[in-house]
C-alpha cells in the first residue's frame, strides 16, 4: 500500500464535515473537480470506498466513518502541536507529573504540592488520582515522577522504589455541630452507638481504627465507607456521621467543613509517603514538597504517650517503621 497523503486525507476530512464537495471546496479555495479526484487517489490508496453517493450528497460508509474517526485525531494532535510550538511558557515549564493515592486527604495533598507552582522555574503540574497499585504501576515505566500515599511501597509489589516519609499525625474526631449536640457522655465513650463514617478497604488507619474501638470495647454505628477522604468529610459536614481526619489539618477541617472536633486519638497515626524512583531526590518538586512537609504541614503534628486505649501499629516484617519525629525529613530508604 502506497505511504498515506495527508493533503488527501485533510481533503476528505473537510468534506466529511460539510457534507458535500462544493463546499468543501469554498473553504479549501479549490474546484470541486480538483478535491473529487483528491478523494478518488485516496480511495484507491487506502483500497476502501470512502462515500456513496445518497440523492444529491453524500454519504459516508462505515469504513468513511472509521477514517473519519483517525482524521479527527490526526488533526487534533496537529492543532496541539502547532500550540504547543507557538506557547514559549509551556515549552519553558518543566513538568512534573504526581500521583495520589485516594486514601490521602485532598486538603493534605493539597497544602504538600501546591509549593511546587511557586518555585523560581516555571513547574505545569500533572496530578493523576487512584488506587495505589495503578500509581505504582505508572511509576515504575516512569509515567508518574512521585507518588503520595498513606503508607510505604508494598512488599508484595516487583516494583523498585524508594518510600520518603514526609510526616505523621495522630487522629482527631470531627463531626456536624447538629449531630454533636445529639451526643452524651464524654469522649471517647460518647463514640458508643454513634453514627460514624469509616475509612475504606484502601486507607491504611482503616484497621488499626477498628482495632482501637475493640481494645475500648466500643461499637459505633457504621452507616458509611469511603475510600475517597473527600467524599467522606462532605458527608460528615452534612451529617450523616462522626469522621476521622490528622490532627494536623484539624484547624482547616473545622473551617473548610463547619464542624467540630469531638475528641483526640492520640494512639493512632497516619502517616504520609512520598515515593520515588529515585533515592537522592534531585527534581525541584519534589524537594519542594519535602520541605513543606517539614516546615509546615506537619511541624506542629504532636502525638500523645497511647492513652485511650493504645494498640501497638501492626507492622510486616519487610516494612520499617519510621521514627516518630516533629519535623520528618529523613527517607525511610524502602527499596521494592
Known amino acids: 500500500m502506497a505511504a498515506l497523503n495527508y493533503k488527501h486525507l485533510r481533503y476528505f476530512w473537510m468534506v466529511a464535515k460539510s457534507g458535500a464537495i462544493a463546499r468543501a471546496g469554498e473553504q479549501l479555495h479549490l474546484t470541486p473537480q480538483a478535491i473529487s479526484g483528491q478523494l478518488r487517489e485516496l480511495e484507491e490508496a487506502l483500497g476502501i470506498e ?3 453517493r445518497v440523492g444529491r450528497g453524500l ?4 469504513a468513511g466513518r472509521r477514517i473519519l474517526s483517525y482524521a479527527e485525531e490526526i488533526f487534533a494532535l496537529g492543532d496541539e502541536l ?6 514559549q511558557t509551556t515549552r519553558k515549564s518543566l513538568p512534573f507529573t504526581v500521583g495520589i493515592a485516594d486514601s490521602v486527604p485532598k486538603s493534605v495533598a493539597h497544602r504538600l504540592v501546591e509549593p511546587a507552582l511557586r518555585l523560581p522555574e516555571a513547574v505545569r503540574l500533572i496530578c493523576r488520582e487512584g488506587r495505589l497499585t495503578a500509581l505504582l504501576a505508572d511509576l515504575a515505566v516512569h509515567r508518574l515522577d512521585m507518588v503520595i500515599a498513606d503508607r510505604p511501597m508494598p512488599p508484595n509489589l516487583n516494583v523498585r522504589g524508594y518510600s ?13 455541630p447538629a449531630l454533636v449536640q445529639t451526643l452524651n457522655g464524654a469522649f471517647p465513650a460518647l463514640l458508643q452507638g454513634a453514627p460514624f463514617l469509616m475509612p475504606g478497604d484502601d486507607v491504611a488507619i482503616r484497621s488499626r481504627l477498628q482495632q482501637w474501638f475493640e481494645v475500648l470495647r466500643l461499637h459505633p454505628r457504621i452507616v458509611g465507607e469511603f475510600d475517597d477522604s473527600a467524599l467522606l468529610k462532605s458527608f460528615g459536614q452534612a451529617g ?7 490532627t494536623a489539618i ?14 483526640r486519638i492520640d494512639s493512632i497515626s497516619e502517616q504520609l509517603y512520598a515515593i520515588t524512583t529515585e533515592r537522592r531526590l534531585s527534581h525541584p518538586a519534589i524537594v519542594a514538597i519535602i520541605q513543606v512537609a517539614r516546615d509546615e ?3 506542629d503534628a504532636t502525638f500523645g504517650a497511647g492513652v485511650n486505649g493504645a494498640i501497638p501499629d501492626q507492622q510486616t516484617p519487610t516494612q520499617t517503621r519510621p521514627a516518630r519525629s516533629r519535623r ?4 525511610t530508604g524502602m527499596t521494592r
Open 50 to 52: 470512502l462515500f456513496r
Open 59 to 62: 454519504e459516508l460508509t462505515d
Open 82 to 87: 502547532l500550540e504547543v510550538a507557538r506557547d
Open 164 to 176: 520518603h516519609l514526609l510526616g505523621e499525625s495522630d487522629l482527631t474526631v470531627f463531626g456536624a
Open 240 to 246: 450523616a456521621g462522626l469522621f476521622v481526619a490528622p
Open 250 to 263: 484539624a484547624a482547616y477541617v473545622t473551617d473548610q467543613y463547619r464542624v467540630s472536633a469531638v475528641g
Open 297 to 299: 504541614v506537619f511541624a
Open 328 to 331: 520528618p525529613s529523613r527517607s
